[in-house]
């Protein structure tokens, strides 16, 4: 479960903060390759999920943006990502 909310600086300018929860059940799965088997992860609990990001729209092209984001993950998920993207709206 999560929730995401925007700030809009400027008509050209967003910046967004997400905050979520997730848990996982416990569960199994597991491969083999060439009659070994891999060990079956455990990833039973509660991650926890912190976002921040600014959304750039160039002056006089209302079709293309700039996503620049952050996300950090605690609990049993650890670790920090980064994202660029570009996008074209029709």
Known sequence: MGIRDNYEADEKNKIYLG?????EFDG????T??????????????????????????QGNDHLSFDLSATGWLGR???ITGRFGI???F
């Not at 088997?37 to 921040?52: A, C, D, F, Q, W």
């Open 28 to 31: 199994s799965a597991y491969a």
């Open 33 to 58: 390759y060439d009659g070994l088997r891999t060990e079956t992860p455990k990833l039973k609990g509660n991650s926890y999920m912190l976002e921040l990001g600014w959304v750039i729209k160039p």
């Open 19 to 23: 905050l979520a929860w997730e848990h």
């Open 87 to 89: 996008n074209w709206m």
């Open 77 to 79: 998920q650890k670790g």
